[in-house]
């Protein structure tokens, strides 16, 4: 079967650091996506990793175990208007799999 | 300006009642996508196109079709027969297999639909 697990819910002060975990089981691996997504609105694509280790954007980092089946993303300096659901998605052959997402909200 | 458009962002349908939803991309990528979302719940695959006149069944087809006649669009038709089709609607396109982080979903402002 195909799963990919991530927490529901997540909270953080503004200002700090937070990680959002994604583990996956999938019968085929082609790089793995993160997506931000506010509420109402489209994902917006974040990061992509296909290979072993870290990937830096700015405050965003996004890391990735293909022997653990794990990823997680990173957030620094945390903003309000970084509160959104943050979606993992696993590419196989021809499609994305995803997550239910985890939902972050950053409190002053 | 390039991108993605979905119209109407809400639609509101009484029972037993078709509706097509409209997607339109300006990208020039070969393969476009429906998802649906449900509060809680990930986006969930309905149908997707690689090319023009070509299109496949993803997770939850049922109740639902497509047509790709042309490569900028791709609409999705919710027959009145769709059990629950109250959601939000996801369009997306990509490059096709050209490897990479260049074949990443990009994702239209989405159509709300609600059953009356």
């Known amino acids: 079967g195909q799963n990919i697990d991530q927490p529901t819910e997540m909270t953080a002060t503004e200002g700090a650091i937070v990680q959002i975990n994604c583990t996956y089981q999938t019968s085929g691996f082609n790089g793995l996506f993160w997506y931000q997504q506010h509420a109402g609105e489209a994902p917006t694509f974040l990061s992509y990793n296909v290979l072993d280790g870290l990937e830096e954007k700015g405050r965003f980092s996004s890391f990735l175990s293909r022997s653990k089946g794990y990823s997680y993303l990173l957030l620094k300096e945390l903003q309000m208007k970084d509160s959104a659901s943050y979606l993992c998605?696993?590419?196989?052959?021809?499609?994305?799999?995803f997550g239910t997402g985890t939902r972050l909200q950053v409190f002053p | 300006d390039g991108g993605i458009t979905q119209s109407p962002k809400y639609l509101f349908r009484k029972e037993g009642q078709n509706v097509t939803l409209s997607c339109e991309q300006n990208l020039n990528h070969d393969a476009m996508y429906w998802y649906r979302q449900d509060p809680g719940q990930g986006l969930r695959l309905i149908y997707y196109s690689q090319i023009v006149n070509d299109f496949q069944k993803g997770d939850i087809a049922e109740g639902y079709s497509v047509s790709r006649e042309k490569k900028e669009s791709f609409p999705l038709t919710v027959a009145s027969a769709q059990k629950n089709p109250t959601a939000f609607y996801l369009c997306?396109?990509?490059?096709?297999?050209?490897?990479?982080?260049?074949?990443?979903?990009?994702f239209g402002p989405g159509t709300r639909l609600t059953v009356l």
């Open positions: 998605a696993v590419r196989g052959a021809d499609k994305l799999i």
């Open positions: 997306a396109s990509s490059y096709f297999r050209t490897g990479g982080v260049t074949d990443t979903q990009y």
